[in-house]
């Protein structure tokens, strides 16, 4: 028997969505000082004078964009509360998702919120609170699962797992700086060899 239905499309991204995206990679692509507002409203196929309909500047842009670049490495996170592995675990499969995505673009680009950091950080105080409260988001699940690796024995107590957290998030982006210099996964297997060989256990 056959039946009939109606098919519903997808809703189309909204402008703003589409200047968003479009910054996200103009923005990791070139740079902050390496972009202009026409080159952003190009990639998204709308017009100029329309960007300023939704954001006061490009610095207002790039807040948002370095927003939807961090839950974009937080969805990745999803796998430090997997009860289903160790906490150790959790974070060895964590670490190694991240190094899969960076060199799946070859070793370019590196880590937006680090670029931003390095381009910006002395030059807006806007951007630099937004980079601030990215990398604290970032290195909560972290610090999350190191705390539930501590009370399991499997990591070392000899460090509060706030400290340890950040500490490993600083080594992973200096790792993908070393990483995006070089253009090979040598600053990234070290760090991974490092962390479980010697600084969690």
């Known amino acids: 028997m056959k039946t009939t239905g109606h098919i519903r499309s997808m809703p189309r991204?909204?402008?703003?969505?589409?200047?968003?995206?479009?910054?996200l990679e103009t923005l990791h692509r070139e740079g902050f000082n390496?972009?202009?507002?026409?080159?952003?409203?190009?990639?998204?196929?709308?017009?100029k004078g329309s960007f300023y309909n939704y954001f006061e500047s490009k610095e207002a842009l790039a807040?948002?964009?370095?927003?939807?670049?961090g839950e974009e490495v937080r969805a990745l996170a999803g796998?430090?509360?997997d009860e289903s592995l160790s906490p150790l675990e959790r974070l060895r499969r964590y670490f190694a998702l991240v190094a899969t995505k960076f060199?799946?673009?070859s070793y370019e680009r590196g880590c937006l919120i680090g670029?931003?950091?390095?381009?910006?950080?002395?030059?807006?105080?806007l951007i630099r609170?937004?980079?601030?409260?990215?990398?604290?988001?970032?290195?909560?699940?972290?610090e999350?699962?190191?705390?539930?690796?501590?009370?399991?024995?499997?990591?070392?107590?000899?460090?509060?797992?706030?400290?340890?957290?950040?500490?490993?998030?600083?080594?992973?982006?200096?790792?993908?700086?070393?990483?995006?210099?070089?253009?090979?996964?040598s600053a990234l297997d070290y760090f991974m060899t490092l962390v479980f060989s010697r600084v969690l256990t």
């Open 34 to 47: 390496g972009s202009a507002v026409q080159d952003i409203t190009d990639a998204a196929g709308v017009p």
């Open 103 to 105: 060199a799946a673009r």
């Open 144 to 185: 999350t699962c190191i705390r539930d690796g501590q009370k399991a024995g499997e990591i070392s107590r000899d460090m509060d797992a706030r400290v340890l957290a950040d500490f490993l998030l600083n080594s992973l982006e200096g790792a993908m700086l070393r990483t995006k210099v070089e253009k090979d996964s």
């Open 79 to 81: 796998v430090l509360s």
């Open 13 to 23: 991204p909204s402008m703003r969505d589409q200047l968003i995206a479009s910054g």
């Open 115 to 125: 670029n931003l950091s390095n381009e910006l950080a002395d030059h807006s105080r």
């Open 129 to 142: 609170d937004r980079l601030s409260s990215n990398f604290a988001a970032w290195s909560r699940p972290i």
């Open 63 to 69: 807040l948002e964009v370095i927003d939807r670049y």
